[in-house]
């Protein structure tokens, strides 16, 4: 390496972390940013943040500019932005999950995934560490590469300092920018047409993933390409950014409400005693933050409804029309991510008024035929204010696909679902 690479090598390694109103490639010659030594050092042993470790701060101990940065990042982005910039953009997640530990994998009969990061106006750190934690878990020959999607972001630091940033990853991590801000759904469907893998996988831009994670995925989809799989998700916490790793005998399945809102429901004991710890747990639905399954899977069943505007529902949708539509979703046990759950959204969804009762108000009215209004009770007030558009499209899909009933999938999928037959009275 020429002596200007080892002199930028210098600059980046003793970074470890980029601030966001500093450029670290402002002077690195082009050439040396093709090359994994100069991606910042992986934590050690005793650092902050290791192994999942989370960082406490003690606000009342800083000093008074410190208070400063410590509540400019509280309320910028919800959480503590002061611990997660201390901690290592590369600290290592590797849990041992014992009833895993056995399973082999054949790397090359795998399928590739392409890996779709949708953010706006995101924290640096938290955006990177979810980059560098999917690439030091690996395999890397697995991932065709990772799509960060901007949608219309307005921070500098997610600019052209991301840009220059990205190419010490030698194209593995692409950016695709919105040129207006489009929302989760619309940013997930163009991150879609840039991936090159077999299989799609969508992940929030502020997770972590275990060890091991991406195997046990691929392995079940290549066993049955009509599932989407479903990793078990670990929540980060948003104070101290702790990696809460739970154990898979814990693990809940996802359901939903009439209401259409997402829920962790458990699962029932006579599957525990019946099953494998590591076989796939069949789920109604998913969460929304992250999912995996084949493109054309994907696509065989209508990708994400452009009809639906933001965010919102777009998981509830995917799940009935995967389960009735001759598809299947499963939580696959041995697969592990972590989820930094923000107390509230750092940023809102523009002009757009009842942008989640719209979007379920149309997946009602595609998928929940007779049960719909159910539904319609629990929205009542805003049901006069709202239109859910034209969904004649997604009707023939429906029909197309031979789906079945919501009926079928209360009685076959989700049993547990409470049906409010028989009430005094019903509402919200």
Known sequence: VSSPCQSSKEM???????????????????????ETQFWPPKARPGEEGYGGAGVTINRSLLTERE?????????????????????????????????????????????????VLVFVDEMWSALMRTVFSILDAGPIELISEIILVDDASQKDHLGQPLDDYIRIFNGKVKVVRLPERKGLIAARLAGFEHVTGEVVIYLDAHMEVNKGWLEPLLHRIKQDDTVIAIPHIDPIKHETFEFVFTPSKY???????????FSWIPVPGEWKNQRSPVDPIKTPAHSGCCLATYK????????????????????????????MCGGRMEIIPCSH??????PRFPYTFGKTQYVFQKNCLRVAEVWMDQYKVFFHHRISA???KISFGDVSERK?????????????FI??????????FNTTAIGK
Not at 72 to 83: I, K
């Open 337 to 342: 991510v972590g989820h930094l759950y923000r």
């Open 67 to 115: 208070k400063i940065i410590y509540d400019n990042g509280l309320n910028t982005y919800t959480v503590n932005q002061m611990a997660s910039d201390r901690i290592s953009l590369r600290r290592k997640i590797a849990f041992d999950i014992p009833e895993c530990k056995n399973l082999t994998y054949d790397t090359t009969a795998l399928p590739t995934a392409g890996i």
């Open 396 to 408: 023939a899909l429906k029909e197309k696909l031979k789906c079945r009933s919501f009926d079928w």
């Open 251 to 261: 693990i809940a399945r996802c359901g939903i409400q009439l209401s259409l809102v």
């Open 12 to 34: 980046i390694t003793a970074g470890l972390n980029m601030s966001e109103n500093n450029s670290l490639c402002d002077n690195i010659p082009k050439l040396c940013l093709l």
């Open 382 to 384: 805003a049901m006069d």
């Open 296 to 323: 054309r899977n994907f696509e065989r069943l209508g990708k994400y409804d452009p009809g639906l505007e933001m965010w919102g529902c777009e998981n509830t949708e995917l799940s009935l029309r995967a389960w």
């Open 411 to 420: 009685k076959e999928i989700f049993p547990e679902i409470y049906i409010p």
